[in-house]
């Protein structure tokens, strides 16, 4: 149907509501699973949010652009599909009922939504910028520990990458198969990475999984394992077991010279002559094959299909062969093993190189299939391993199959810092003391002028060990203007000049400045002088402890589960937005807030009492009090960074959405984008 | 966002129970909506970009190409469930306790003759596809005839259409049935008779076991009537 179809508030809160009442089902530890009838007619049972999200017949632009947001975060972090629903679904309600009680307020007039939201917008992105990032680098990271021994010794423990693990798979595939799965993934990440923190054995596993492991069906899923090498699904075409050390060939042509090449014709005027081209195909093969035998050549990988000719008198050399590989997994043995595919006139005419290295070269059965399995020896940082993974249906075994994978993603995402995006990156070389300091300041509080201090000292951050050297000692005497370069200056309703945050002055003699809360004395346009608390960042310059000041979330940041990174950020959001000045950002602040609690509310409701989660709440509100943490949670963990990155896709999905003012439908179907 | 926010505040008030009531109940129902939409969309239906036009929600299409609105079809008859004309149980209800009051009346009024006649009502309950039919009756085109469970073109083809209005005024009507409505009762009733006296005909004539079935049917759809058409006489 053509036409433009206006895209309100409550349109966004529908389908948001609607794909929360599917996903809060298979929710949590304590989630079920979810019967879903496809359109072809066949079931699907899951507890995975990106199969069931895919699996929706969705028409509705709104629901494709969720899903799509969705699907992209579990790319990245390897889960989060359905506590992003919920979380977008709470946000969008709450956004609806702040937009009402304005146009209800204001004019009176519904239908006004449109510039309301794009002004919240705004402060959305302000929200991100300034408030989000400074919460989580001043009050989270105290919080947070770590899968590391020590900051210094980079090495995961055991005890601490099973509990991260154990959590995730709990949520993802059910008591059931949780202990085996975190038990295997553990012992293949150790054994890969010799539990050192390599970002780059991670990072390669996430990305080769699929010819990394093999999935066998009709086997119970405790017989998954770990072997060691790498398993090619193919069988053999010739074999020939060999124990020894043995040379690896990896050719993408045939072996075989053609009679005539693509672009040549070639006349033959008799009977001999083709006989004797033939004669002398049939003899280039064999030579051909016995140099690759003296060579110590006992296997070799093709891509393309070889000519019988060539089998026989492989077979004759004691050569093992194995065909039509699959492109990607013959480029990963390249990658492992360190080897090239090789052309056959370089055979011919020279000795082979770019040869792989290879301990032993076997046949294994797994199910019902023959694979080929290679030991390779590699030089470079690649996993030698590879995994077995076993279930007794294929929906099971698919859906384990994906759940390693995306425990790993999860484990490259914890093991990356997480750096903020939006944090003081300009990196001065010195920072200039003699001309003054370019300092970003980061919240102004506006006081009137009889010198009355302002009394918050929440404001009043504790200054961070890097910066301390930075500050000099001394009396804070600062008589000079100050020069303010590319701020601006918003008028409040009340007449005040409030200078927007993060803008950068230049404050005149460095030796003046004492404590991070410094008391300025500003002229303004106006005829009052106004004395103003400024906080001051200093830019980092690119040494080790700076870096820490860019880097948001360390590498190895892990919190208890249950929620309480939501419970934390809740808390200090509260009480930023009761000291904050501006409204806009003080809305914000209460509106993600209170959107923070609907995961932990759906982590804790059992049925539809929500006693327990009012019980965690009040408890944790206590705890985050008193202590600053939440205390007597369960011992898995979870990690901050994929936290924090759902949080943030979840505002910028918002954003994109409440920007949206109609949708107009075509008749000429488009074609989807190829899936990632 | 609001730069008068807290000027404005200072006269908010909070809602009374009645408000309360009402902003409970539109997100029940709101709640609702969306659990219909995600058991449907679970069960293979398409979420489509277009609303309702009466109520706004996004419609919904099954695996026939038919648009579906979850909240016109499905919740808003939670307001026809006590309609007797639209729903067979309420009719049976309403039938039920004129029935209680007729009978507690005709004890009042004679206690000795009144026995018998309210006792063979008060056993013999219409049952619901009575109502049911009644209730179709009255949904459906006036020739369809409202007591039957026939197809309705086995017996139009072959005679005239029954008066529709027959015992269905009854449900409809609080008061009590007045001189009009007996004669169409009593019209009815001799409509019935002539029916089943034909349909007896037919049957001695007939040779295909599918028709002797049909007229059967017929007979037994034609005496039951009969029956209801009675005890309506009696109330």
Redesign the interface.
């Known amino acids: 149907m053509n036409g433009s179809h206006p895209v309100d508030i409550s349109i966004l809160v529908q389908v948001a509501e609607t794909l929360e009442s599917i996903v809060s089902r298979c929710f949590g530890p304590h989630g079920g699973l979810v019967l879903f009838t496809k359109a072809t007619g066949e079931l699907l049972i899951t507890r995975d949010g990106q199969k069931i999200l895919s699996s929706l017949l969705l028409e509705q632009p709104i629901a494709k652009i969720i899903v799509h947001s969705a699907v992209a975060h579990c790319h990245v972090t390897g889960d989060g599909t359905k506590s992003f629903i919920l979380l977008l679904a709470a946000l969008l309600r709450g956004l609806r009922v702040m937009v009402m009680r304005e146009t209800t307020r204001s004019t009176g007039r519904h239908g006004q939504h449109g510039l309301q939201l794009k002004l919240l917008s705004d402060h959305l992105l302000a929200f991100q910028t300034q408030v989000l990032d400074h919460i989580v680098r001043c009050h989270l990271r105290q919080c947070a520990s770590s899968l590391f021994l020590s900051d210094r010794d980079c090495k995961v423990t055991r005890s601490n990458a099973k509990l991260l693990l154990e959590a995730y798979f709990y949520g993802k595939v059910g008591a059931n198969h949780c202990q085996s799965l975190s038990t295997l993934a553990c012992d293949y990440y150790l054994k890969c990475t010799g539990g050192d923190q390599c970002n780059e054995v991670v990072g390669f596993i996430c990305d080769h999984f699929e010819e990394l492991h093999t999935k066998v069906v009709g086997i119970p899923s405790s017989s998954s394992r770990i072997l060691e090498g790498l398993v090619l699904h193919r069988d053999f075409t010739e074999y020939w077991p060999t124990e020894e050390e043995l040379k690896i060939l990896v050719i993408t042509e045939p072996l075989q010279p053609p009679l005539v090449d693509a672009s040549a014709t070639l006349y033959l005027q008799s009977d001999q002559q083709l006989q004797s081209s033939c004669a002398w195909i049939h003899q280039r093969v064999q030579e051909i094959l016995s140099r690759l035998s003296v060579s110590g050549v006992r296997l070799i990988l093709s891509s393309v299909k070889q000519t019988d000719l060539v089998l026989y008198h492989a077979k004759l050399n004691r050569i093992s062969v194995v065909e039509c590989m699959d492109p990607e997994e013959l480029s990963l043995f390249c990658s492992i093993s360190g080897a090239a595919p090789v052309s056959p006139w370089d055979i011919f005419l020279d000795q082979p190189t770019h040869l792989a290295q290879a301990q032993f070269c076997k046949s294994i059965l797994l199910g019902a299939h023959r694979y080929a399995h290679v030991g390779i020896t590699s030089k470079s940082l690649c996993p030698q391993y590879c995994i077995v993974l076993c279930g007794p249906v294929s929906g099971l075994t698919i859906q384990c199959a994906s759940a390693f994978h995306g425990a790993f993603k999860m484990l490259r995402q914890t093991l990356q810092p997480l750096e903020s995006r939006y944090g003081p990156h300009e990196t001065s070389e010195n920072i200039e003391l003699q001309n003054g300091i370019d300092c970003v300041v980061s919240s102004i509080n506006v006081c009137p002028a009889e010198g009355e201090a302002y009394g918050g000292t929440d404001r009043v951050e504790q200054p961070r060990q890097c910066l301390a050297r930075n500050l000099i000692p001394g009396g804070m005497h600062h008589s000079e203007p100050l020069h303010f370069h590319s701020c601006h200056v918003k008028e409040e309703c009340c007449g005040d000049k409030l200078l927007e945050p993060h803008c950068t002055c230049n404050i005149g003699d460095a030796t003046s400045i004492m404590k991070r809360t410094i008391e300025l004395n500003a002229k303004s346009t106006g005829d009052n002088s106004l004395v103003i608390n400024a906080q001051i960042d200093l830019i980092p310059s690119p040494t080790r402890e700076e870096e820490c000041l860019c880097t948001l979330i360390a590498p190895g940041s892990v919190f208890p589960v249950g929620g309480s990174f939501e419970l934390l950020l809740h808390y200090h959001l509260l009480k930023y937005a009761s000291h904050c000045l501006d409204p806009g950002t003080k809305a914000v602040c209460n509106l993600v807030a209170n959107a923070l609690l609907s995961i932990p509310r759906n982590i804790y409701t059992a049925g539809k009492s929500t006693r327990h989660f009012l019980h965690v709440y009040t408890k944790a509100m206590r705890d985050i009090q008193s202590e600053g943490r939440v205390r007597d949670g369960p011992k898995m963990l979870e990690s901050v960074s994929c936290k924090y990155q759902l949080l943030i896709s979840t505002l910028e999905c918002m954003r994109s959405l409440i920007c949206i003012d109609c949708f107009i439908v075509g008749t000429r179907r488009v074609s989807p984008p190829a899936s990632p | ?6 000027d ?1 505040d200072y006269n908010w008030e909070p809602p009374t129970e009645a408000e309360m009531k009402v902003i409970q109940a539109r997100r029940e129902r ?2 609702k ?3 219909l ?2 058991d449907y ?11 309702c036009d009466e109520c ?3 419609l919904l ?1 099954d ?1 026939q190409k038919k648009n579906y609105c979850v909240a016109c079809q499905e919740l808003d008859s939670d307001i026809d469930k006590d309609n007797p004309a639209l729903n067979p149980q309420a009719a049976l209800s309403q039938v039920r306790e004129r029935q209680l009051a007729s009978s507690l009346q005709g004890n009042h009024a004679e206690p000795g003759t009144a026995h018998s006649d309210p006792s063979p009502s008060a056993t013999v309950q219409p049952r619901p596809e009575h109502c049911e039919g009644a209730a179709s009756g009255l949904r459906t085109a006036p020739f369809a005839i409202p007591n039957s469970t026939l197809s309705s073109s086995v017996l139009a083809s072959s005679s005239p259409p029954l008066p529709a209005n027959g015992p269905v005024p009854v449900f409809l009507n609080s008061s009590p049935p007045g001189a009009p409505s007996h004669s169409a009762l009593d019209c009815a009733e001799d409509v019935l008779l002539q029916k089943l006296q034909w349909a007896t005909r037919e049957l001695q004539q007939s040779n295909s076991v599918e028709s002797s079935i049909q007229l059967c049917n017929l007979l037994r759809s034609c005496a039951e009537s009969l029956r209801s058409i009675k005890e309506l006489q009696q109330l």
């Open positions: 966002m609001a730069l008068n926010a807290d404005e709101q709640d909506i969306s659990k939409m995600g969309l679970l069960k293979g239906y398409k979420m489509l970009g277009e609303c706004g929600t996004i299409q695996k």
